[in-house]
């Protein structure tokens, strides 16, 4: 478990919105390395190899509207924060993509920010907050790629404490040790071929609501409402 540096409650006052800073975002969306990406290899492993995901489950990121509301955090939180680098670039290292939100400072520490929007309850622990095996290990690979072992989440809870608080913006900060970081990006290294083959880069293709892979050739029947085995219904 990595070392909790802080857990604290984001506040903002009306006179904070007087003081944002445009951030400047592109004409288009930036093109993504044509490869395969983290965030996709481990959720392979977490389904096929480390039981932390079912076949069929759908992460919060899968759901449109919930997608464009992270993005909404995203530019707004990065628009608080002037003093933070806003999509720093991606990063291509041994053939696995990356793109981080964002790279600051935490207490003179050089660190890297990844903004979450989730209508999970308020966590007061940071073991509560890393119940999601994959934000913990998207969070290693990060470093390892982009090299501080510091990493922020300011995270907006929308339905904050399901006791009636409404939105609750709280901030985790945590430490991850060489080992951690060195470990997760081992994993991945182990599985990215045979992740890669599965995702259909290779010889098939992959149903994204069941997670069977279907190769070359043959038919496959979904075990779920989808029309295309290569699409998620939405």
Not at 157 to 173: F, K, Q
Not at 192 to 211: F, P, S
């Amino acid at each position: 478990m990595p070392e909790l540096l802080s857990i604290r409650q984001i506040s903002l006052e009306f006179a904070d919105l007087a003081r944002r800073s445009p951030i400047e975002r592109p004409s288009a969306p930036l093109a993504r390395d044509p490869g395969i990406h983290q965030s996709d290899i481990l959720r392979w492993i977490a389904i096929n190899k480390t039981g932390k995901m079912k076949y069929g489950e759908r992460l919060e990121e899968d759901y449109p509207w919930r997608m464009a509301l992270g993005n909404m955090w995203e530019e707004f939180y990065f628009s608080l924060r002037p003093d933070y680098i806003w999509q720093p670039g991606e990063r291509v290292v041994d053939g696995v993509a990356l793109n981080a939100d964002g790279l600051g400072e935490w207490e003179d520490e050089v660190a890297l920010i990844d903004t979450k929007c989730t209508e999970r309850k308020v966590c007061s622990t940071l073991e509560g907050w890393l119940e999601s095996w994959i934000t913990e290990h998207a969070a290693r690979a990060y470093l390892y790629c982009y090299g501080p072992r510091v990493f922020v989440w300011p995270v907006m809870h929308y339905r904050g404490d399901y006791a009636g608080s409404g939105p609750l913006a709280v901030e985790y900060v945590a430490r991850f040790s060489d080992f951690e970081v060195e470990s997760t990006w081992t994993m991945i290294q182990r599985w990215k071929d045979e992740a890669r083959k599965a995702l259909g880069h290779i010889g098939g293709k992959v149903c994204d609501w069941c997670g069977k892979w279907i190769e070359e050739g043959t038919e496959h029947e979904p075990n779920g409402p989808c029309e295309d085995c290569t699409l998620i219904p939405f």
